[in-house]
């Protein structure tokens, strides 16, 4: 059982276009973080949200948790090429002594020039 | 400064064969963390290792096993490579007790034939 679900599974757009990719779960997190994997690479640290309703941007990018910390969202503003790749929220569980992170499957996310 | 290094990038080995793959953290960080992720997959909890240490475990056969040296670096062994153990292996590290901070390095690519 995915504790994330990610959606949608595959998104293919063209450069300029708007998009939302949304993370989804019935537990409550202390913490969401969303990942970039490209191609053959390790996934890539984009941001973490830690409070219910926060909204933090990174340049195109908006990020926001939801209020109840269940759920998140990524938006992309006038995508560009560069942002293609796999798209990964991940929220810790503690499983012991250990805190390990837990994934979602992923949106591959294809943006064509 | 160094990012996590992984080692080797691509690996090809024969079904039933060992296998052994190896993780370099960042200076500093004392918790080191190993994922599977199958293609189309989002990344999978193995291990979480901490001073020399096996913090937690994934959802994992014996066949895999790991350990961490004192230098903080780490070995993931796998024996009896079956097909379905061909993946990215991905080595993460970070402070202990903040999975949210974790940082990946470039994946070792394990095919079994």
């Known amino acids: 059982t995915q504790l994330l679900e990610q959606s949608p599974q595959f998104l293919s757009i063209q450069e300029g276009e708007n998009l939302t990719v949304y993370c989804n779960s019935s537990?409550?997190?202390?913490?969401l973080q969303w990942y970039r994997q490209e191609p053959g690479e390790g996934p890539v640290l984009l941001v973490t949200?830690?409070?219910?309703?926060e909204v933090k941007k990174l340049k195109r990018l908006t990020f926001q948790f939801g209020d109840a910390r269940k759920d998140s969202s990524l938006h992309i503003t006038a995508a560009q090429p560069g942002d293609t790749g796999l798209y990964l929220c991940a929220g810790p569980i503690s499983s012991g002594s250990a805190r390990q992170l837990t994934f979602g499957s992923g949106t591959q996310l294809t943006v064509l020039p | 400064d160094a990012g996590v290094t992984q080692s080797p990038t691509h690996l090809i080995k024969t079904r039933g064969q060992q296998v052994t793959l190896r993780c370099s953290p960042i200076?500093?960080?004392?918790?080191v963390s190993w994922y599977q992720q199958v293609l189309g997959q989002g990344p999978q909890f193995i291990f979480q290792?901490?001073?020399?240490?096996?913090?937690g475990r994934g959802n994992f056969p014996d066949r895999f096993s790991a350990r961490q040296f004192p230098n903080y670096s780490s070995e993931l062994n796998v024996n009896a490579l079956l097909l379905g153990d061909s993946a990215l292996y991905l080595c993460?590290?970070?402070?202990?007790?903040?999975?949210?901070?974790?940082?990946f390095g470039q994946g070792t690519r394990l095919t079994v034939v």
């Open positions: 993460a590290s970070s402070f202990p007790g903040s999975p949210r901070s974790a940082f």
């Open positions: 949200v830690v409070t219910g309703g």
């Open positions: 290792y901490y001073e020399k240490e096996e913090r």
């Open positions: 200076s500093g960080h004392k918790s």
């Open positions: 537990s409550v997190f202390s913490s």
